[in-house]
C-alpha cells in the first residue's frame, strides 16, 4: 500500500493522559499536513511541515499539542493532558514537493485517521 | 480570512435521480484552489477535483460535473444517475498560497449525501 497511513486507527484515552499518534506520508511527498476534524464539522488545518521543518501552526494548536517530522520521513503529533474536547478524528494528509507540480495534481492525499476519544 | 459554506446539510435522493450539492466561498486571494473531497463511512477524504481561480471551464467526469462560477463564488457539483455507492459526505474546500508555501485547505461543513436503493 503506497498512500498515507496512520497509527492507531482508534484511541480511548482517560482525561489528563499524553497520546501520541503517528503519520507516513506517501513517499516523496515533502508536504505534511496534520488536521483535526470534530463531528459534523469539515476537517480543520493544524500544522503544516515542509521536509522537516514545521512552517505554520493553527491557533487551534494549543500548547497541549506538539508536532514533530524528525527526518522529513514520518510525523508525529501529541496531545498532553488530553481534555474531552480533543476527543476527533486526526487527519493527516501530504503532497508532492513544489518541483514535481508541473503537470501534476496538486491535491493533498489523506491518510485513514486517529479516531481519539477522551473519557 | 477564507470561508467555505455548504448549505446543504443533508440530501436524500432516490437511485438514479440527479443530485447537486452547492458550495459558496469567500476569499480575498486573486489566486485561490478550489476542491471537492469524498468522505464515505470509512472516513478516508477521497479527492475528486481540483480547480483554479483562473479555469472557470467547467467539467464533466463520467458521472461528475462541476460548475464553477467566480461571479456568484460558487463551486457546485452534480452527480447524475447516482447510485448507492455515491453515498458519502461531500466536502467543498478552498486554499491558497501562503507565504509559506503552505496550501493548506479550508474546508465547509460538508454535505452527507444519502442515495435510497
Known amino acids: 500500500d503506497t498512500g498515507v497511513s496512520q497509527d492507531p486507527r482508534h484511541k480511548i484515552t482517560k482525561r489528563g493522559q499524553n497520546v501520541t499518534f503517528r503519520c507516513d506520508p506517501i513517499?516523496?511527498?515533502?508536504?505534511l499536513y496534520w488536521y483535526r476534524q470534530t463531528l459534523g464539522q469539515g476537517p480543520e488545518f493544524l500544522t503544516y511541515?515542509?521536509?522537516?521543518?514545521?512552517?505554520?501552526k493553527s491557533r487551534l494548536l494549543s500548547d497541549r499539542f506538539s508536532a514533530e517530522r524528525p527526518k522529513g520521513s514520518f510525523s508525529t503529533l501529541e496531545i498532553q493532558r488530553t481534555e474531552q474536547g480533543d476527543s476527533a478524528m486526526y487527519l493527516c494528509?501530504?503532497?508532492?514537493?513544489?518541483?514535481?507540480?508541473?503537470?501534476?495534481?496538486?491535491?493533498?492525499?489523506f491518510g485513514p485517521g486517529t479516531r481519539l476519544t477522551v473519557l | 480570512a477564507q470561508k467555505v459554506t455548504q448549505a446543504q446539510t443533508e440530501i436524500s435522493v432516490v437511485e438514479k435521480e440527479d443530485v447537486t450539492l452547492d458550495c459558496v466561498y469567500e476569499?480575498?486571494?486573486?489566486?485561490?484552489?478550489l476542491f471537492w473531497y469524498k468522505q464515505p463511512p470509512s472516513g478516508e477524504l477521497v479527492f475528486l477535483i481540483r480547480?483554479?481561480?483562473?479555469?472557470?471551464q467547467n467539467e464533466i467526469s463520467g458521472r461528475y460535473s462541476w460548475n464553477f462560477q467566480k461571479s456568484t463564488s460558487s463551486f457546485n457539483f452534480t452527480i447524475t444517475a447516482s447510485q448507492v455507492v455515491d453515498s458519502a459526505v461531500y466536502f467543498c474546500?478552498?486554499?491558497?498560497?501562503?507565504?509559506?508555501?503552505?496550501?493548506?485547505?479550508?474546508f465547509g461543513t460538508g454535505t452527507r449525501l444519502t442515495i435510497i436503493p
Open positions: 474546500a478552498l486554499s491558497f498560497i501562503s507565504n509559506f508555501g503552505n496550501e493548506k485547505l479550508t
Open positions: 480547480r483554479n481561480s483562473f479555469d472557470e
Open positions: 513517499s516523496e511527498h515533502n508536504r
Open positions: 494528509a501530504s503532497r508532492v514537493p513544489e518541483v514535481k507540480l508541473a503537470g501534476a495534481d496538486h491535491e493533498q492525499f
Open positions: 476569499t480575498r486571494d486573486t489566486t485561490y484552489y
Open positions: 511541515f515542509q521536509n522537516e521543518a514545521q512552517l505554520e
